[in-house]
């Protein structure tokens, strides 16, 4: 497939996307670790449907993606460039967990506050979360307890089924490193804890 092909299939792909979003949907999409599923980050109900899609207890919050630290400040005012700095430097995707989030739903926040945010290095994230303008959640797609899927072709059908919208699986997003993000928590005075290397 050239350049040319590619770009205006992702062009297409995000628009798709987007529609959904819009509507409060529910979504599974490719991102820069494992496929996930997720919805706009500002829709409670849909975040809802998420949980029980998932049959995931609500103590087990699930991250959002932004994307740059312009997103980030705007849910977590309290981020300095340090703790910023988890979250972009470094070759592995990490996912940091901020303190005293703000302008989110309730019901994705952990029960201290916190929210894990990831910025993604990925061309449907990142032109993704450019065009909503705002963060898109996103969790493992899988039934909580289940193996997170290394690919599109493990993604359980029972759970394909009860998402709104599927993202083709296009060899254009065969880059992602199939593996769950490097995860670590900074607390409001600046110190940090790996909680998954």
């Not at 496929?35 to 207890?57: F, H, M, N, P, Q």
Request: glycine share 6%; charged share 20%.
């Amino acid at each position: 497939m050239d350049t040319m092909t590619e770009q205006h299939l992702l062009a297409e792909t995000v628009e798709d996307t987007l529609h959904h979003l819009r509507q409060g949907h529910t979504i599974l999409y490719p991102t820069d670790t494992i496929w996930g599923i997720g919805c706009d980050a500002t829709y409670s109900d849909a975040i809802e449907r998420l949980y029980a899609v998932k049959r995931r207890d609500h103590s087990k919050s699930m991250l959002i993606l932004c994307a740059d630290t312009d997103m980030v400040r705007r849910y977590v005012p309290t981020a300095t460039d340090t703790m910023l700095r988890q979250a972009t430097e470094g070759d592995r995707p990490t996912t940091v967990i901020f303190p005293h989030a703000e302008g989110l739903p309730h019901n994705l926040l952990a029960a201290d506050g916190s929210i894990g945010i990831r910025i993604p290095r990925h061309d449907f994230c990142q032109q993704l979360l450019r065009s909503l303008g705002h963060p898109v959640v996103s969790t493992s797609a899988n039934l909580s307890g289940h193996p997170s899927p290394a690919a599109y072709a493990d993604i359980e059908t029972a759970l394909k089924e009860q998402i709104d919208y599927c993202v083709p699986p296009l060899p254009l997003f065969d880059h992602a490193t199939h593996v769950g993000s490097r995860i670590v928590k900074v607390e409001a005075d600046g110190t940090v804890t790996l909680i998954r290397p």
